[in-house]
Each structure stands twice: as structure tokens, then as C-alpha cells.
């Protein structure tokens, strides 16, 4: 338990238009809201700032509503490493890892092992099937697993429905 978020979502959109929202850092910006200062590219480390700032009362509320002991968080600092890219197959396979809610007070990134997140596109009669798959939990730490995980596993929901009204819109 606690080590694999699965999203999966068919979305009305062809796979060139999706896999282009994934992986153009500019598009990605767009609907994952965060500024990426380079290019995906496999081996890069990508550096980035969130636009806006997070709510530490309302991500205290949420983690109790989760039944978690709600924690502080560490506001991210501008043009902190957001993830490092794995593989980028065209158009069907991209793939990065990061540090799982990485803004915890109780996490400290230069100790942990970061999880690796994978877009699979497939293309349906009605779009693109695409699923979001995160996965090595198993590397976080004790303390702060179930939260890392329940906490990305609310974010994965959210993102599904951000990437939803990019790519269909009109």
C-alpha cells in the first residue's frame, strides 16, 4: 500500500496535440502551473518556479481531511530543481523524477530517493487514453510516505482535470 498512483484519463484530443502539452515545457507550464526555465530533454535536470504561493492553512486542512497529522510546509524556492527527465519516446512514452511533495517541512530532498512519473499515451477511438503512473514510494521515507503519497495522489486527480481542459479547449 502507499507505493503506486495510477491516474488514467481519455481525453478528446489527437495523441500529437497531448503528447505536445506533456512534454513542450511552455505547454506544461500552462496547465501544470509551474514556470520551467529549459527544455525536456532526457538526463536534464529541470529547474522551475511555481506560480503562486501554496496555502500552508488550506494544505493543513486538506492532509487532515485525509486523516493525516497535518504538517508545515516549505514555500519552494525560485528555479529549485523540479524534476529530472528520464525518457521522452515520441508520442507515447515520457517519464521524469521528482521528490514527492517535496515542499513538506518534513522532507529534506538531498536524503531522499524521488519517485518516477510516467505519462503513457495511447490513442482511443474517442482521443488519447492517457495514464499517469507514479511509483517508488517504497523509497521514502517512513515518516512521511502515506503523506507524500495521499498528498500526490490528490495531485495527480487535480492535474488529470487541469491537462483535461488544456488539451480540449477550445
Request: hydrophobic fraction near 35%; aromatic fraction near 12%; glycine fraction near 6%.
Amino acid at each position: 500500500m502507499f507505493d503506486r498512483i495510477e491516474k488514467q484519463v481519455v481525453l478528446r484530443a489527437p495523441i500529437e496535440r497531448v503528447w505536445r502539452a506533456i512534454t513542450d515545457v511552455e505547454e506544461f507550464s500552462q496547465w501544470f502551473g509551474v514556470k520551467l526555465n529549459e527544455p525536456f530533454l532526457p538526463g536534464r535536470a529541470i529547474t522551475g518556479t511555481f506560480e503562486g504561493d501554496f496555502d500552508p492553512q488550506a494544505l493543513r486542512q486538506y492532509q487532515a481531511s485525509l486523516g493525516l497529522d497535518p504538517t508545515d510546509i516549505r514555500q519552494p524556492s525560485q528555479n529549485a530543481v523540479f524534476c529530472t527527465v528520464e525518457r521522452m519516446e515520441a508520442p507515447r512514452s515520457f517519464s521524469f523524477r521528482w521528490i514527492p511533495y517535496g515542499i513538506d517541512i518534513d522532507c529534506d530532498p538531498a536524503k531522499e530517493s524521488p519517485t518516477l512519473v510516467e505519462f503513457q499515451l495511447e490513442p482511443v477511438t474517442e482521443g488519447t487514453r492517457l495514464t499517469i503512473t507514479e511509483s517508488g514510494f517504497e523509497g521514502i521515507p517512513d515518516h512521511r510516505r502515506k503523506r507524500a503519497f495521499l498528498m500526490n495522489d490528490g495531485g495527480w486527480a487535480a492535474q488529470v482535470e487541469n491537462i483535461r481542459r488544456y488539451v480540449e479547449r477550445a
